[in-house]
Every structure is written in C-alpha cells, then in structure tokens.
C-alpha cells in the first residue's frame, strides 16, 4: 500500500504531499487541481513512464529543469521510492538507497492497476490499442515477457531495414540473411504468443467469474485472441512462420515492413457473445473496461500473490448508477484504492459512503 506521495517541480506542483490510507482514497478537488496528475506520478513509478504523455520532458513543471517523485509503501518490495527526471541526464530511480540500473527491475515493483478515462480507446479503438494493452499488462507481470518483446521489436527493426535495403536493389527473393532474421524471429514469437494464449486464458476465467457475481448469468464477457500466426509447438511454429514469410517475401520487401508476427495478433472483446466495438453504449464500454481492470487486479493477485492497489481517475464519469454500485461494493474490499472526483454529491449517488470509516476524502487545491 502507498502511505505518502510527494512530488516537486511535478505538472502543476511546485512541491506537494499527500498521506494515503488503507480503503477507499477519494481525491477531491476541482478540474485542473493536478489530481490526474498525481495518479500518473504514482503510476510513473510502477511503469517508468506516464500512460499519457509521450515524453517525460512533459510532466516536467514549465520552465523547470527536472522533476522528482518520493513514495512511501507498506508490506511492498520496497518502503522508499524515489523517481526523478532530469532533462538533460534522464530517469532514475532510487529504492531504499538502491539505485536502479535497468528499468525492467523496476516495471512491475508496485503492482497497481490504473484506470484512465483514456483507456476508452483500448475498448473502442483500432487493434493496436489492444495489443499496447496487454502488452504493457504481461510485462508488469512478467519480466521474461517484457524481455521477449524488447528483442522482438529490436530483431524487427534490424530486419525491416533490411527488407528496405533489399527494395532499393530491387531483390524481391528471399535470401540467406532473412533467414538468419527468421530462425531468431520464431522462437521469441512463439514465446510472445504463447504468453498472450495463456493471459487470455486467465483473463477468460476471471471475467467469467466477476461477471457471475455481479450479472448472475445476464451478462456475460469473453475475449477472443487471433495469433496472426499459429501452432501448438515451437517446431511446427517455426515452419509455419518460415514458409509464410518465404511465400510472400516480394510483398514484404516492397512493403518494406515485416508482414507476419505478434504485431498483427488480434484481441476481440465480447459483451453476450456480440464484439463490443460495434454496438455497446459508452456505458457498457466503461462498464466493460473497469470490470477488465478488475480482473486484471484478480491476476496480479493470482501470480505475484500480492494484492495491487488500484488507482481509478474519474472513475464515474460515463458510469450508469446502477452498475457503479456494484462496482463499488467490489471495491470497498479492496486493500486500498485512490479515485478522483470533482464532486462528493457525485460519489452518493453512485452508492458510495462517505461517511464509512474506510473512506478517506483528500482535498487537492
Ligand atoms: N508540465 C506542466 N507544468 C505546469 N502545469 C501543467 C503541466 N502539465 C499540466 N499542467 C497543468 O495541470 C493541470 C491539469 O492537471 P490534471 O492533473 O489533469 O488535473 P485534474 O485531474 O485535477 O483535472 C492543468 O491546469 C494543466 O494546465
Ligand atoms: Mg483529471
């Protein structure tokens, strides 16, 4: 659990401290006070990155120079956390007096999940939202899979500049080289694969039973995963890929892209066996996405045996008043939990307590 978080030269903060309690954090305040702002530092130090903004000069407050994000936890890997960003030199960060010289030790040291009013582009968007998706969720949970994929898209990115290099001189066949590329590319993709078959997997049977819970049979959610190239073993996989690749190698080189791999995988979700892309109200898909970030909290639970904390920004917004009371007695047995809202009025009507003693209201200003 965090218990503090402070940040300086942070967005709008020139310097702010917050305490956080066990239970429900209700961050209170008006649009534009930096409450976003302080879940993306919480979330910065999980992820190394913000879920927003393209680069750290960003979060950077105007005409500063660096900025820096101190935590403090309880019953985690770590008890002081510290981020900062220096715009010249870089990220670094600090736990307890260690510093971290590879950022995929520090992905995933605080397992939280973060729901974001932007995240409506991982139901509604293109394909590609869902793969960054799920890519950024395995990789929290398992470093072998963040590795995976770092060599993926080095590999790809040495081969797709030779695939060009092949098009200026108008070699459209494969050669010896594109296959030294390929026999690497197989095993690594097999394993990405492999990896996203057996989370969808998890996500399935998690799904299945918050939605039991909560819908008792009325409603129902699946994803489907579609490998853009499939086998059940390494060896088969290997062929498969080779002989792909090899059939359609002209296309490729004057695509001056690699055309098969994990980067073409799909992700369907659905809502009573329809794809919710098409046809679910903004409700159902806000409602169909923070049901997934519980389950997504249910696997984390599942593997690392840690509880996460769970970081909610305008959690209401978009949500029907039913279906956020159930949301809310799910999450009033959370271990601990930080929501924004610009109104407490707000919060009543969606069923929420403010007067229970595991609901802390934290006024930003
Ligand atoms: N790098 C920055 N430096 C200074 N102010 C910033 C920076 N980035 C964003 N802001 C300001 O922070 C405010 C938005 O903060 P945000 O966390 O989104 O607020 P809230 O979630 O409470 O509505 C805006 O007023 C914006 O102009
Ligand atoms: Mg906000």
Redesign the pocket.
């Known amino acids: 659990m965090i218990k503090k978080l402070t940040v300086k030269q942070f967005?709008?903060f020139n310097e702010k401290s917050i305490q956080l309690f066990p239970g429900i954090n209700i961050l209170l305040?008006k649009?534009?006070?930096?409450?976003?702002?302080?879940l993306?530092a919480i979330y910065y130090m999980n992820f190394t990155k913000s879920f927003k903004a393209p680069t750290d000069v960003?979060?950077?407050?105007?005409g500063r120079d660096y900025f820096q994000i101190q935590t403090e936890w309880n019953q985690a890997k770590y008890v002081h956390a510290q981020g900062n960003f220096l715009k010249q030199k870089g990220k670094r960060f600090i736990f307890d007096e260690e510093t971290m010289t590879r950022m995929s030790d520090v992905i995933g040291s605080f397992p939280m999940v973060f729901l974001s009013p932007e995240d409506f582009r991982v139901t509604s968007g293109p394909g590609v939202e869902r793969r960054i998706y799920f890519d950024r969720f395995i990789s929290q949970i398992s470093r072998q899979y963040l590795q995976n994929m770092i060599n993926y898209r080095k590999l790809l990115k040495n081969r797709n500049a030779y695939l060009k290099h092949l098009a200026e001189l108008k070699q459209y066949h494969y050669t010896g080289q594109l296959e030294v590329y390929d026999r690497q590319l197989s095993p690594i993709m097999f394993r990405i694969v492999s990896a996203r078959r057996e989370l969808i997997d998890l996500f399935n049977t998690h799904l299945e039973k918050i939605y039991a819970s909560i819908f008792s049979g009325d409603i129902t959610a699946r994803i489907n995963y579609k490998p853009s190239l499939t086998a059940e073993i390494e060896t088969d996989f290997q062929i498969t890929h080779i002989e792909q690749t090899q059939k359609n190698i002209d296309k490729e080189i004057i695509l001056r892209r690699t055309l098969w791999g994990p980067n073409y995988d799909k992700y369907t979700f659905y809502r009573n066996d329809i794809p919710l892309i098409h046809y679910a109200s903004q409700g159902e898909h806000k409602m169909w996405m923070v049901l997934l970030k519980l389950a997504e909290g249910d696997i984390i639970r599942s593997i690392q045996g840690e509880e996460p904390i769970y970081l909610f920004d305008d959690l209401f917004a978009e949500l029907d008043i039913n279906n956020s009371r159930h949301i809310i007695k799910k999450v009033m047995r959370k271990k601990q939990t930080l929501i924004?809202t610009t109104d407490l009025n707000d919060l009543r009507r969606h069923g929420i307590d403010t007067k229970k003693e595991n609901i802390h209201i934290i006024e930003?200003f």
């Open positions: 967005r709008i305040g649009n534009g006070v930096g409450k976003t702002s302080l993306e960003d979060m950077i407050q105007i924004t930003i």
